[in-house]
């Protein structure tokens, strides 16, 4: 499976952008996924989850209530909306799959990565 993360950009404090990851191969539609972003100088840490049937999702305390994730299997691609966004927003965001370890928070337990799309949100 090839992951490939878009949507990214440049943004103004409180407004909103949608990511897609479009993965290839049907097999994605039996795996878990994860959003998951970087900032400079930070480690990478969790952002989002949807399981691979879609009814089970969680976030991040820092984005609950803000951001959105979604999937469509027919399509193959995930999906994160992230409405309000803040400067503390600003990040490279990362889409992986297939979960294989029990705290999908962890991004050791992915084990498909996509490219990365940076998000910059100006104050």
């Known amino acids: 499976v090839q992951l490939q993360a878009s949507g990214g950009g440049l943004v103004q404090a409180g407004g909103s952008l949608r990511l897609s990851c479009a993965a290839s191969?049907?097999?994605?539609?039996?795996?878990?996924a994860g959003w998951f972003r970087q900032g400079p100088g930070k480690e990478r840490e969790f952002v989002a989850y949807?399981?691979?049937?879609?009814?089970?999702?969680d976030y991040a305390d820092s984005v609950k209530g803000r951001f959105t994730i979604s999937r469509d299997n027919a399509k193959n691609t995930a999906y994160l909306q992230m409405n309000s966004l803040k400067p503390e927003d600003t990040a490279v965001y990362y889409c992986?799959?297939?979960?294989?370890?029990?705290?999908?928070?962890?991004?050791?337990?992915?084990?498909?990565w996509g490219q990365g799309t940076q998000v910059t949100v100006s104050s």
């Open positions: 992986a799959a297939q979960v294989v370890g029990q705290d999908y928070r962890r991004p050791n337990v992915y084990g498909y």
């Open positions: 191969g049907r097999a994605f539609r039996n795996y878990s």
């Open positions: 949807i399981r691979w049937g879609g009814g089970d999702t």
